[in-house]
């Protein structure tokens, strides 16, 4: 099993991630062009303008890699990257890679001004999580297929379905980084 993990480096910030993952040993692997997906054991979609994202991936050809290689390897969406994971969203200029069956909402916490940092309860570990909410993105219209894996005040904040993770808000930029590892442990 090759343990690379892919970061989609088309816009966002995608670099905050390559170094959460090198925090936990993990070598990642910056990918711009859709070739670059072969060898990597799991991609991060990172959050960013999502429909800048939608746009570069279609520019790009990544559209169908991306949806090939989530058959087999576990993509991480966060933010921007959550909304390109839902199989809809409330925006028609978004054409999203439908990987998981879930709505997205563009801008659900707020516009950039409205951005905080909120305490996040998790599923998986007892200890609440503080992280930043960036133009955050809401999650509805879940199917019995998602896990919620994580709320704020009550609201789902991070899904699973099947090997694909998707956030609304940002473990990248915090120290904290049992986000990243909760998601590469239900990879390997």
Same mark, same amino acid.
């Given at each position: 099993?090759?343990?690379?993990?892919?970061?989609?480096?088309?816009?966002?910030?995608?670099?905050?991630?390559?170094?959460?993952?090198?925090?936990?040993?993990?070598?990642?692997?910056?990918?711009?062009?859709?070739?670059?997906?072969?060898?990597?054991?799991?991609?991060?979609?990172?959050?960013?303008?999502?429909?800048?994202?939608?746009?570069?991936?279609?520019?790009?050809?990544?559209?169908?890699?991306?949806?090939?290689?989530?058959?087999?390897?576990?993509?991480? /969406?966060?933010?921007?990257?959550?909304?390109?994971?839902?199989?809809?969203? &409330? *925006?028609? $200029? !978004?054409?999203?890679?439908? @990987?998981?069956?879930?709505?997205?909402?563009?801008?659900?916490?707020?516009?950039?001004?409205?951005?905080?940092?909120?305490?996040?309860?998790?599923?998986?570990?007892?200890?609440?999580?503080?992280?930043?909410?960036?133009?955050?993105?809401?999650?509805?219209?879940?199917?019995?297929?998602?896990?919620?894996?994580?709320?704020?005040?009550?609201?789902?904040?991070?899904?699973?379905? /099947?090997?694909?993770?998707?956030?609304?808000?940002?473990?990248?930029?915090? &120290? *904290?980084? $049992? !986000?990243?590892?909760?998601? @590469?442990?239900?990879?390997?």
């Amino acid at each position: 099993m090759n343990n690379t993990v892919g970061v989609l480096a088309l816009q966002g910030a995608y670099q905050k991630h390559v170094e959460s993952l090198s925090r936990l040993g993990v070598k990642a692997r910056l990918i711009r062009q859709p070739a670059e997906l072969s060898g990597c054991s799991g991609l991060i979609i990172p959050g960013g303008e999502s429909t800048t994202i939608s746009l570069l991936i279609q520019e790009y050809g990544f559209y169908e890699p991306i949806k090939a290689f989530a058959e087999n390897c576990p993509v991480l /969406g966060v933010c921007a990257g959550m909304i390109m994971m839902a199989n809809e969203v &409330d *925006d028609a $200029r !978004i054409v999203p890679l439908a @990987l998981m069956p879930f709505k997205a909402l563009r801008n659900y916490y707020g516009r950039q001004v409205h951005s905080f940092n909120g305490e996040i309860i998790l599923s998986f570990d007892s200890e609440p999580i503080k992280a930043p909410f960036i133009r955050a993105p809401g999650i509805e219209e879940l199917s019995s297929d998602i896990e919620i894996l994580a709320t704020h005040n009550n609201e789902a904040v991070m899904i699973a379905s /099947g090997k694909h993770i998707a956030l609304s808000f940002h473990p990248e930029l915090i &120290d *904290d980084t $049992r !986000i990243h590892e909760y998601w @590469l442990n239900r990879m390997y």
